[in-house]
């Protein structure tokens, strides 16, 4: 695996409702998990009016392997990182990691792609998501 450094992280809360019959967090949860984690990231990179404009992100692909379970008393955070940009879309990777012991349990690794809502069209990712990725990912 592909060694990531991580500077965005978001604590979960595990759920009683969560787990599943085997025990563990339901794959579709953790979904969920991931979903929180770049709800979180966007924000705090982009700001409040992210979510309120014309330009957006959108998912067109996503892949998850699920390395080990995570149980209901596990301590988890997902760990964010914008991984690679290009002109119309970027690559976003991120891990359900166990805080007590840093090991990674899930891996995400999804693609998003810059869209005008009104268009209905893909549009180039524009400069300023540039400059605040590069910031918030410490790219020289």
Known sequence: ?????????????????????????NNATLQEYF???RMHYIHDVFGDDFFKRTQALIIASIHTDFIIPVFLKDQIEV???????GTKS????????????????????SVMVAFDTKMHQAIEILSDWR??????????
């Open 79 to 85: 760990k964010t990182a914008i991984v690679k940009i």
């Open 131 to 140: 400059m605040r990725i590069g910031e918030a990912e410490k790219w020289s």
């Open 35 to 37: 979903d929180l984690g």
């Open 1 to 25: 695996m592909q060694e990531i450094t991580f500077h965005h992280s978001t604590s979960v809360q595990i759920r009683f409702n969560d787990i599943d019959s085997f025990g563990h967090v």
């Open 90 to 109: 970027l690559n976003m990777e991120q891990h359900i990691v166990d805080v007590r012991t840093q090991e990674t349990k899930v891996v995400c690794k």
